[in-house]
């Protein structure tokens, strides 16, 4: 099991730019495979991008794709999300998520959650 703690949220306009962190404790960070998911209001749970335990692969929702980047630093136990070009529509709580197998966009597939983080993008 590992522990997950996110940060960076907050109000943004649209156009603007955000970096969410999730922080990693536990079990050693570098066998996860780290996905981030974000959940509005009244929807479901989607994901949004991936990143492999050496961070050598990537992957991404269509909606996010070109604007959002993954990233990880195993030294630091620390995976992020650099969001550029946010739109009203990226307003959602945002979850980082962790699965000891390959990367996936079905939420079931990740056994450990953090807390989230809440962006809003005004318009």
């Known amino acids: 099991q590992v522990l997950l703690v996110e940060s960076g949220g907050g109000l943004v306009q649209a156009g603007g730019s955000l970096r969410l962190s999730c922080a990693a404790s536990g079990r050693t960070f570098s066998i996860y495979t780290m996905g981030w998911f974000r959940q509005a209001p009244g929807k479901e749970r989607e994901f949004v991008a991936a990143?492999?335990?050496?961070?050598?692969?990537?992957y991404y929702s269509d909606s996010v794709k070109g604007r959002f980047t993954v990233s990880r630093d195993n030294a630091k136990n620390t995976v992020y999300l650099q969001m550029n070009g946010l739109k009203p529509e990226d307003t959602a709580v945002y979850y980082c998520?962790?699965?000891?197998?390959?990367?996936?966009?079905?939420?079931?597939?990740?056994?450990?959650w953090g807390q989230g983080t809440q962006v809003t993008v005004s318009s």
């Open positions: 998520a962790a699965t000891s197998g390959s990367a996936s966009l079905r939420p079931n597939s990740y056994a450990d």
């Open positions: 990143i492999s335990q050496s961070g050598a692969i990537t």
